[in-house]
């Protein structure tokens, strides 16, 4: 059976030249980056220029760049971190309502503990507007933090605006406010330049642009006071503690290094395999709706919603196919939980439960395509043979559902 | 937990898919909480159910519930498919993790709306 892998922004597949720079640092190069002997500074340079890569590809000094062990713990420490530093200067935050899991549940946690939240809506193409941020910002607000773009729907946010403001408001006399975006989606799909954009922290992930999971960065602009989360060692310049992942930290350098480079092949290629699929899609199967803004959006990402039906049976159809997506939903002990993205858009709970994030990556193919659709095509005529929606939209022939 | 092999296999092959366009009785049941659904249609002869149709709504489980137990019902008497239980429809599909235990309770709720109604109608 061809496996085809549409889940990128989940995870991305090791790039061979990212496991090769990264083999002798899980063989004989094993040094502790903290260790004065050469071992350990044999360590501590590739530490060093892996963090030289990652701050060139958001534009950053190096050593505004901390390593983390992902991009969860990026945005715990940034979230927490300016949280905890700022308590005296206000408890208002500001987030988008389409945040990652890891800021939101950081952000809930901070509202049971008295900070109170603003959650911008986006409206129904999946954009947060730059009147809702300005209309939000309080006296007591120290942090905004809005994604750079989508897990989810893959909407590109308007970061460089948002940023204008807050430079804006500090010139006003606002100073203890600060701007957090998390990039981890966006990161190798389109070009950061955090002195553009004018955040004062990004986050990182490795294993969303071709490296192994277990290393994030979080940028931290120079003169940004914020509160480690992880004390007990002088290691990331006393921002977080811990031995640091040096065969993973030398993978992301070297995996930043190469979506820097490439980055505008990768999104030709997956823009041209995304823009294929949708216009197939679009010709095959009725009763669909995408999802988020077609334009302002992520090369490699569709989102598309299938009437009657529930994206986990389609996850499972296209994963006995050999494809492999994502939903956003989930039911457990018999309560529903339908994408907050989908539902933040304004759709149904119909329309949330059928939503399916197709993702591309710069090894797919157009046979890939083909083959993806064809099992898709396959995948929704069966399960809307046996829903029970289909039969009655079909019954009172309001709708267009093929026939089953 | 992993989905099993015979639970892929209902959700690929759903056993008795569809409606009776000549069922003696139809019952469909709604989870108030998730929003799935599960419809059952019966022809009934002689205190045998003749053929049983299902159409489902939902997460996987009730989709293999639903076909699970309508190829369990089919050709058995009223009194056997009366005694079916939430176990042995969960076993059916090859066992489901404590979170999705509800859809096979879904499937039990509708299997006996649908044989109240037929004893209710006979009845009448």
């Known amino acids: 059976m061809r496996k085809v892998y549409l889940d990128h922004s989940a995870t991305t597949p090791i790039d061979a030249r990212v496991l090769e720079a990264m083999l002798p640092f899980l063989a004989e190069k094993f040094g502790n980056a903290s260790s004065v002997h050469m071992f350990g500074q044999e360590a501590r340079a590739a530490v060093d220029k892996a963090r030289r890569q990652v701050a060139s590809l958001i534009e950053a000094r190096a050593n505004e760049v901390v390593f983390t062990s992902g991009g969860t713990e990026a945005n715990n420490l940034a979230l927490r971190g300016i949280c905890e530093a700022a308590i005296t200067q206000g408890r208002h935050i500001i987030i988008s309502a389409i945040e990652h899991p890891s800021v939101r549940g950081v952000v809930d946690e901070l509202e049971k503990d008295g900070w109170e939240v603003t959650r911008l809506p986006v409206y129904d193409d999946g954009i947060v507007r730059i009147e809702d941020v300005r209309a939000a910002i309080r006296p007591d607000t120290i942090l905004i933090s809005v994604m750079m773009a989508n897990n989810e729907i893959g909407t590109i946010q308007p970061i460089a605006e948002i940023g204008a403001l807050v430079r804006k408001e500090r010139e006003r006399g606002h100073r203890h406010l600060w701007f957090h975006s998390d990039a981890v989606q966006a990161a190798g799909r389109v070009p950061i330049d955090v002195q553009t954009i004018g955040c004062d922290l990004l986050s990182l992930s490795a294993h969303k642009i071709y490296a192994p999971k277990g290393a994030g960065a979080l940028f931290i602009r120079r003169g940004v006071r914020l509160t480690p989360q992880q004390v007990g060692g002088h290691q990331e310049r006393e921002r977080r503690a811990g031995t640091e992942s040096v065969a993973n930290i030398v993978a992301f350098g070297a995996a930043a290094d190469l979506a820097q480079k490439e980055l505008d092949e990768r999104n030709e290629q997956t823009r041209y395999l995304r823009d294929r699929f949708e216009a197939e899609v679009e010709s095959q199967i009725n009763d669909i709706v995408r999802n988020g803004d077609r334009e302002q959006r992520l090369s490699h990402v569709s989102n598309i919603s299938f009437r009657f039906i529930e994206g986990e049976g389609l996850l499972i159809h296209l994963d006995m196919q050999g494809v492999a997506v994502s939903t956003g939903s989930a039911c457990s002990s018999g309560t529903l939980e339908p994408s907050p993205v989908i539902r933040a858009l304004g759709r149904n709970e119909e329309l949330a439960r059928g939503a399916i994030r197709f993702s591309f990556g710069k090894d797919n193919t157009n046979e890939d395509v083909d083959y993806a659709v064809a099992a898709l095509s396959r995948a929704v005529e069966s399960l809307r043979a046996i829903s029970p929606l289909a039969r009655e939209l079909i019954s009172t022939g309001t709708q267009s559902v093929p026939s089953v | ?124």
Do not use: W
């Open chain 2, 1 to 124: 937990m992993p989905y099993s092999d015979i639970f892929k296999d209902h959700i690929a092959h759903p056993r008795n898919a569809g409606e009776l366009a000549d069922a003696d009785v139809i019952a469909e049941e709604t989870n108030p909480v998730c929003g799935d659904r599960l419809r059952i249609s019966l022809r009934i002869r002689d205190g045998h159910i003749e053929e049983a149709r299902f159409l489902a709504y939902g997460c996987p489980p009730t989709l293999a519930c639903g076909s699970a137990i309508a190829e369990m019902i089919h050709r058995v008497t009223i009194d056997d498919a009366a005694r079916l239980t939430k176990n042995q429809i969960a076993e059916a599909v090859g066992g489901l993790p404590s979170r999705k235990q509800h859809a096979a309770s879904l499937a039990i709720e509708t299997l006996q709306a649908a044989l109240a109604r037929h004893a209710g109608e006979d009845r009448d």
